[in-house]
């Protein structure tokens, strides 16, 4: 079956606040194997001049799981997640994710599109601080195999 394409273009509602720590921070470089002291320790973080241990680039994929859920498994999209496989992430970043930093983001599923047999989701979120400030934008596509609508 189709995806639902009345939902491209559909925001969804921000999801709860999430509070980035220097400890979850060094847990998520721990997971990805990276020992960048940038990630570990905060006098090498001021030292290259930020104000606080940064965040490995690909560590907002910890709120595309957040803020994903109530996009993917609402029944009307039509999505079957035993047809799923994940396609492409991308992050755009204005500024690096800090620990302290208090983040909101709001999704919006951004396009369904058909790529022979299978259809292409791509969901987007505006990253911002609880200030208000924009700190990245996250794109996630994922590929639903085998529900392309398919003529004659």
Partial sequence: ??????????????????????????EFADAIGDPNPLYRDEAAAKEAGYEAIIAPPTYLTKLNFIYSAEMMLDPDLGLNYALVVHGEQEYEYRRPVKAGDVLIATPKIAAITAKGRNELLVTEAVIRTADGEQVAVARSTIVSRGTAPQEG
Avoid: H, Q, W
């Fill in 1 to 26: 079956m189709p995806l639902n394409k009345g939902f491209e273009g559909r925001e969804f509602a921000a999801a709860p606040p999430y509070e980035v720590t220097a400890e979850s921070i060094r």
